[in-house]
């Protein structure tokens, strides 16, 4: 059973990563599974609830462009264009 649980939760990570703000709804048309079965799949496998993992993806996202193009200041103290 558990099997099944993680790779319905792949499927639900993969899905909240391409599009975070999605209603649980469509989330639940996409995946062909119930709503409150994403709810309790991501319970069950992962130990948060929905709103707490939509939040991780989305934190991951912001961090991950932060990372990618940080923004500095020159020595005047001015920000520098990002290029």
């Not at 409150?36 to 609830?49: H, L, M, N, W």
Request: glycine fraction near 6%.
């Amino acid at each position: 059973m558990s099997y099944e649980y993680n790779f319905l939760l792949d499927a639900i990570l993969l899905h909240l990563q391409r599009t975070p703000y999605g209603p649980l709804g469509n989330l639940s048309r996409a995946l062909g599974v119930s709503q409150r079965t994403i709810e309790r799949t991501v319970f069950v496998a992962s130990g948060k609830t929905l709103r707490d993992l939509r939040k991780e993806v989305l934190i991951e996202r912001v961090t991950a462009v932060f990372v990618f193009r940080p923004r500095t200041t020159n020595q005047t103290g001015r920000l520098r264009p990002r290029l």
